[in-house]
């Protein structure tokens, strides 16, 4: 008898060999047609049953979602849906299901909305969709950190807890320790900050860029790979106030070495997910077809979920400069008609996921990097280009999202980014640490940050962020 | 010519090929010598320049600290230190160090105590120490990947904001966008916490266990590896406010087999880091046994790096029960002779780090695992033995450290898990979804915890824990 997950047992050979597996019910047709699944795959093991071998008590406990082990024998299936399945021997229940509780919840066999699944996130997991998602999340993780290891990047983690609020990349979550019903007060009535666990005030960080680029000027190259917050009241599909963020940066690198690595790294991971979640993106792709069946054709998606990802993957990012994209953008039909909800009227105009998608969808028809944005659009630490009004800045496009990742080479000059940061009013002393990297040995440094789930959305289909990360933490949400 | 990282040319036998290295002075020694490092290996790259091919200022200016760029030949070293290295043809300095800035900070070349340079922890990874230390923190995170999902586990990223504070595994930090001088209160004077970003009272995560839980109980198996924290005011040299833990939780395992899974899990790791970290280890072995000969006799290591992790590789771990390890040590002679701090007495008492010790280094001579512990010390959710007073929990015990690993099989039983809570006072509310796992298809399942940083700590030899992070968050310290 051989231990086995159903991931394992749906690619066996091994006929007439007695297997042993434990998972739960997805369904039970005809008294006799068990779909079991276990998590390590997509696909459902059939269990056939013959009933009158089996107590009719315990087979009424047979039901969706209970918890079950079975042992049999694997034979070939006579059905069309299966190439193999198990003639069952033993069967025991081990955890019911009451088919009247499991009624009230996401575990009953018909459609919910995602809006339901997303109620009972503890629940969500044991569904189609929910496994096939959080597998592929799983596996691109892993890509991830494969991908930086393979080539001798050092992992970094830089704090959670920043007492630095200078970064200015969004609004933070202030963290305490104090009892916030009555924290300790200064003679002149204003919070003892020195009182508190850390002896200042303290924020959830929004990047870990500038702890990295201190490990970069030292390790050589690094990435993170950690949670990063946003305290904005965005109620979209596209933001959550806490999400996981990948953010490589490299010494002796300039913006085309960034470029080069970006475009890398992400036709590695899409090929990884490609090659190790064939089942799950092939039920995905499905869904997502039946998904625009119910939609008016014009809100139908261009490119099926393969030919999205196989878009990014075959096919050269183009490289064109935020000028250069200015000019296209002002001569094009959909500006001229003004069918954008921005026109695009003047140089320094930010651009809009609108217009970021007809460049790629449209006119280039290809992942576009753009690179050199104004710098008054763009943060304080990217490097000054020679013409003193753009930075060394890039964005990457791509198809169906806009923006996905972000970098740019940093201001190695310690008095070009003093004087820049005089001129935002940022305090020198907040980023004491960060200025000494450029006394003692700068160098030509650059790097990027890309959100994970942005990337996993992208890879999955999905179209709303909270269905790609386990417990979302939105405006109004911090459930489980 | 060919552009390299040091570590690639330290291992290269291409003689006379030119290379280009781009790195930090650490030395230069008779206007002849540079030695080079960048961050890719705790090895310098010897650099030889015939001064009068070069311009005495350009010279002048290869300092400690400062960013070259070397264009030369490899060839067979004259010296005893290396094998190879580096004839100089073209030199340019990067970025520079002024002698006199770099006197004050930890880049200088003399000992710096580990107090100082966590001061300066925004340059410490430019130290051997650090860089060893770091590298290895990286290795050590990548193995842990690597084994979960060799093995099939899904990672999993359990949120860090949470909202349930019933995990009770200790004192949490509080999140909130308010603004704390003048948050927004109800008639009845106290804070209006609806009107917080997440409409109630948050924290920073304790504990990723109960939301890893419910996701096991779908995908079969799955580890989480994120940041915790804990907002204790333990001032010690092995707590942290801020730390990563690992955390696997298995579904149809009980605790034979999640300490099988903990055993396999550690030598795993312990195995990757002795094969890939070879030259980072070496040194951190030869830094500890420096650092021994100051000590006293009685008070220096009795293993060595290298035995100490071969101890753990090649040892069996023995299997205790905790009524068993209260006999051996009622009857020690360390507690006989009262040498304990805490005399062991009765069956209950909880154990010490020193009688971990005892137990490991002197009674066994192996790593242990502790399990069936009393109930009433251990949290709720771990699971009742049938003698009504012990529960189903394991610690792992490590030479020179003590508790490596706390895990348990969980309480699979509804009606025992829920009066478990009535008796304890946590409410039901607050665990709904945790509780419902229970009614569809609850099963028997185990999991552990392993603080990522006491492995780190355990691998280098480092006695701080804040010298194995980054930035360390502990009381009074939120810097960087």
Redesign the interface.
């Known amino acids: 008898m051989i231990q086995a997950?159903i991931?394992e047992i749906l690619d066996s050979n091994q006929f007439l060999q007695e297997f042993e597996v434990?998972?739960?019910?997805r369904s039970f047709r005809s008294n006799r047609f068990i779909a079991m699944n276990?998590?390590?795959t997509i696909n459902n093991l059939q269990c056939v049953v013959d009933f009158e071998n089996f107590n009719e008590e315990l087979l009424k406990r047979v039901t969706v979602?209970?918890?079950i082990r079975v042992l049999g024998t694997l034979i070939e299936s006579e059905g069309s849906q299966q190439r193999v399945e198990i003639e069952v021997k033993e069967l025991e229940i081990?955890?019911?299901?009451?088919p009247e509780?499991?009624k009230l919840?996401i575990?009953s066999p018909k459609r919910h909305s995602l809006e339901k699944l997303r109620e009972?996130?503890?629940?969500r997991?044991?569904t189609n969709t929910f496994?096939a998602v959080?597998?592929v999340?799983?596996?691109l993780?892993?890509a991830v950190?494969s991908y930086f290891?393979q080539n001798?990047f050092?992992?970094?983690?830089?704090?959670?807890?920043?007492?630095?609020d200078a970064e200015g990349a969004g609004?933070m979550?202030?963290?305490?320790?104090?009892d916030?019903?009555n924290?300790p007060k200064k003679e002149d009535g204003?919070?003892d900050y020195k009182k508190d666990?850390?002896?200042?005030e303290?924020n959830?960080t929004v990047s870990g860029q500038l702890?990295a680029e201190?490990?970069a000027?030292?390790?050589?190259?690094v990435y993170t790979f950690?949670?990063t917050?946003r305290?904005e009241?965005s109620n979209t599909s596209r933001h959550l106030?806490?999400f996981?963020m990948i953010e490589p940066e490299v010494?002796?690198c300039d913006l085309d070495g960034n470029m080069d690595l970006a475009e890398d790294f992400i036709k590695y991971v899409l090929k990884y997910v490609l090659e190790n979640c064939k089942d799950d993106l092939a039920f995905l792709e499905q869904r997502l077809l039946n998904e625009d069946k119910s939609k008016p054709q014009n809100e139908r998606s261009d490119m099926n979920l393969m030919e999205k990802l196989h878009f990014v993957l075959d096919n050269n990012f183009k490289r064109v400069s935020y000028t250069e994209a200015i000019e296209i953008l002002k001569n094009s039909k959909p500006n001229k008609k003004k069918k954008f909800n921005y026109v695009i009227e003047d140089w320094g105009a930010d651009l809009q996921s609108e217009h970021e998608r007809f460049l790629v969808e449209k006119h280039f028809k290809c992942p576009v990097i753009l690179f050199d944005y104004p710098a008054n659009i763009k943060a304080f630490y990217m490097r000054l280009n020679e013409d003193g009004k753009t930075v060394r800045a890039m964005d990457i496009l791509f198809p169906g999202i806009g923006e996905i990742v972000g970098g740019s080479q940093r201001e190695?000059r310690l008095d070009v980014l003093q004087s820049k940061m005089k001129e935002l009013d940022i305090d020198e002393k907040e980023l004491w640490?960060?200025l000494?990297?450029?006394?003692?040995?700068?160098?030509?440094h650059s790097g990027f940050g890309l959100g994970f789930e942005r990337l996993v959305q992208f890879v999955t289909g999905m179209g709303n962020i909270r269905d790609v990360?386990?417990?979302p933490?939105t405006?109004?949400?911090?459930?489980?």
Not at 436 to 444: D, H, I, P
Not at 475 to 480: D, L, S, V, Y
């Open positions: 997950k991931a434990k998972g739960w019910v276990d998590g390590s979602g209970a918890a081990l955890g019911d299901a009451n509780d499991v919840t575990l009972q996130a503890h629940l997991v044991r496994g959080m597998r999340r799983s596996k993780s892993f950190h290891q001798n050092h992992y970094v983690n830089t704090p959670i807890i920043t007492g630095s609004e979550f202030k963290v305490t320790a104090f916030i019903e924290p204003s919070i666990f850390f002896g200042k303290t959830l702890e201190t490990y000027l030292g390790l050589g190259q950690g949670p917050f305290a009241n106030a806490e996981w010494a002796f190695e640490w960060y000494e990297t450029r006394k003692f040995g700068t160098c030509v990360i386990p417990f933490r405006p109004q949400n911090a459930e489980f």
